[in-house]
Structures are given as C-alpha cells and as structure tokens.
C-alpha cells in the first residue's frame, strides 16, 4: 500500500514526533555472568559512549538523547557534568535520564531502599539524593529507578516491612524534585533476586508511585514481564490513569534478555504504539512519555544493533501511527470483530520502509541509515583507538 499525501503527513508528523534515548551503558563492552566477549570497538570511557551514541543519532534523526548511570559515567559526581555535557554536545546529543546505582556496592547485598538495617537504606537514599543533583546539574527531566532488591528464600524478610521502606525511601526521593522532574519507577518480576523482589509488577510500582506524588510515574521495561503477560494492557490502563512515564525497550525470548527491540516479537511492539497512538488519537493529545532503550549486546556490534533497534522502533511506530483509529472504533463499538482486527492487520503489513526513507531524505538523512554508518569507517577508527585498551580488559561499564 503506498499511502497518499494524507496519510505520509501523518507519517512524518509521527517520526518527527518521536525520539528514543539510547543508554550510555549499551555501547560499552559488558558481558553475563557467564563471561564477556570483548569487542575491540567497543567504548571504553563515557566521551566514547557519547560519540558511539551519536554516530546513532547521525545516522537514524532519531535518538538526541543518552540514559546515564551514575557510577559507571560519573564516577566524580556533579563535578563530571560539565565535562560530559561539553562531550555529548560535541557528539550531537544531550545528557538524559539519570540513572542512580544501588544494586552492586557490596552493602547492597540485602538491598538498598529495602534493606533491613536502616544505615543502608540511609546510605541508598544518599546516593539516590546526589543523583539528583546530578540530575539539576544535568537539566536532566528524568530520575530512572531500578532495585535489585528482593530475597531468594522464603523467610528471608519481611515483604510488607520492605514495602513500607520503599513508600518511605521513594517519599523521601520525590520530595527533593523540582521544576518538571519525574522520577521513573520501574519494576521487574525476578532477577537478581529469585524469590521475591520489592518492585515486581506494574501495580507494586503504581501504588509506590502514587504514595509519592504527581513527579513518580510507572517505566515499563518490555523485558520486565512473565512471558504471557498483556504488556499493551498495562501500558492502556497505565495511560488511562496518567501514571505512564515511560519505557525501556528491548525484546526477548525467555527473560529480561536485553535481545534488540522487535527481533522476536514485533507484532507485541507495534501493540504497546498502537494503545498510545490510539490514546493520543482518542484524546488529541500525546502522552508526555520517555522512549527509552535498554539493551546490553554481547555478540553483535553494539553501534549498529542500536541503530537496527531505533530503526525498528520507527518502523513499528510509524505502523501503529497508520491504524485508522475512527474506523476501529466504529467497528469496536459494533463488535466487529474481524473488521476491528483487519484494522490493526491493515497497519501492522503496511511496507512503511519506503516513506520512511522519503523522511530520512526530507531530513538531510541517509536512506538507509545502517549501509551509511557502515560506509562512514567509524568502527575502523575505533577498533584502532580502542583495542588496545578493550583487549586490556578495561571496561567501564562497571
Ligand atoms: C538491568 C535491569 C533494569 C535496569 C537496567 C539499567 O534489569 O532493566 O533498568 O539494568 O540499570 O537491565
Ligand atoms: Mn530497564
Ligand atoms: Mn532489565
């Protein structure tokens, strides 16, 4: 279906619209617990993460912004802001979402926020709070929290005292945000913590959020769900409720295994765009909301998997942007079923590759973003810049 000048407006109104944060920690050598492949190109300090980040967002138009974690980019604190938001500038993009680290200092072994001794859950608010000076230093809009903390046996602790630590800790983090910060509260069924964890599912992090104040609102980290789990459902009824604040992306296939957005089940993505797209329609305003990556690739090259995972992230927006949202509606409202589902089926088949190169050109943009980055030698350069030191074994990603 090639789509006529009504709809290729509604086309490039929806990727101007939409931008992806990258995560600073996905272009650094990283690895499992079962050991690291070490890519000699890949990053080795946070000025390379921002320039890998910004050979992404050369070539795709799409991804202005970085994710940063704290300890691993700004191992000096606020005292590193100006140095690396001169770099990301440099690159051609800006510092984003905050990331605060309290889930690998070894007092952080019973948790942080939960943790039963209170000089540690002192000690995680602390580093939470300077996170969020970082965050005023920065401009940065977003907090985006994340907590390993759970327990693997039963017993171990007390879920409902830890509960009440975490409405305490996340009262405490809320009350220090100003001007149009937010604090993202994500959460995640298991892992590390293989018996419970604190933050589980969507409703744990709705009810912390909403202890807190108007600033907290729910991230919906794709890879955080049990495989049958309705992940559009939760992202309708979170916009529904205006707690929606944003997403990590990636794919998987069992667990929350960072695999490239869309590599296994597109069909799923392009149903969480279509619940904002449909809202966006039905309300005529979009949903404030952070797109966010998370991904952490061992084998394939980091620099372009995340252009093939904000390639397709355009890709499956721009499908669900092309769904008729009046005509389903009206079949909706009929029960209709198959003309309701043709709808979604319509959008979901329609080839949006050719109108999103006719958006790259009209963008001063390669059409093919990947085959360019290829073309450009970066990766040549930085495999002679970095490897020594990548085959050193430096990483910094911890
Ligand atoms: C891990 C966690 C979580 C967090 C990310 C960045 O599972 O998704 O957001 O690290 O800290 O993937
Ligand atoms: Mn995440
Ligand atoms: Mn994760």
Redesign the pocket.
Known sequence: MTLNSERTGVAFQALDGLAIEL?S?GFANTGTRFGKFIQPAGATNTAEKFADAGQVHAYTGCCPTVAV?VLWDFPRGVADIPEVAQTAAACGVGIGAI?P?V?QDQCYKHGSLGNPDPAVRQAALSHILDCVEIQNASGSRDL?L?F?DGTNFPGSGSIRARKQWFTEGLRAVHAALTGNQRMLV?Y?PF?PAFYHTDIADWGMSFLLSKSCGPRAKV?V?T??HYQAVNIEQIVAWLLSEDMLGGF?FNDRRYA?D?LTLGSIDPYQVFRIFHEICYFTWETGKAPDLAYMV?Q?HNLKNKIEEMIQTACTAQELFLKAALVDHAKLAAHQAKADLVDAEECLREAFFTDVRPVLREWRKARGLAAEPLAAFRESGYLAKAEAERGAKNRGGVSSYA
Request: hydrophobic share 25%; glycine share 4%.
């Open positions: 995560p920690w974690h990331n680290n889930f985006s994340w390993a994500e995640k892992e991230l980290d890879g955080h990590h929350d960072d998370d952490s």
